[in-house]
Nanobody, 129 residues
Framework: VQLQASGGGWVQPGGSLRLSCSIS????????IGWFRQAPGKEREGVSC????????YYTDSVKDRFTISGDSAKNTVYLQMNAVKPEDTGVYYC???????????????????????WGEGTQVTVSS
């Protein structure tokens, strides 16, 4: 299974950006797919997650009402629509897939002995004026 994140770039505060996570070697409904970010000098944090089999979605508090995660089974792709972005949203964004639920993917991924099943390479998001 391979994941490829794309769509990053530079955006002004208050602007929008859409990230894509393309999945190959498996199907979307077989996994929970999470978005994560890592700012310079900070630990990686979970941002949002979608459960591929039932489309339940989850968000960390700092992005609720601003970011929207969605999945397109036909394209085997998960999107992260980022609206009203803030400078603190800056970082490298990664997507990951796992057989566990979003509870583990989003909030307990650092506690898992073997980590999440699959990670993609990151895409840089820079929010500045």
């Amino acid at each position: 299974v391979q994941l490829q994140a794309s769509g990053g770039g530079w955006v002004q505060p208050g602007g929008s950006l859409r990230l894509s996570c393309s999945i190959s070697g498996s199907t979307l409904d077989a996994h929970a797919i999470g978005w994560f970010r890592q700012a310079p000098g900070k630990e990686r944090e979970g941002v949002s997650c979608i459960e591929g089999d039932d489309d339940n979605t989850y968000y960390t508090d700092s992005v609720k009402d601003r970011f929207t995660i969605s999945g397109d089974s036909a394209k085997n792709t998960v999107y992260l629509q980022m609206n009203a972005v803030k400078p603190e949203d800056t970082g490298v964004y990664y997507c990951a897939a796992d057989h566990r639920s979003c509870y583990y993917v989003l909030s307990r991924f650092t506690d898992l002995p073997t980590g999440l099943d699959y990670w993609g390479e990151g895409t840089q998001v820079t929010v500045s004026s």
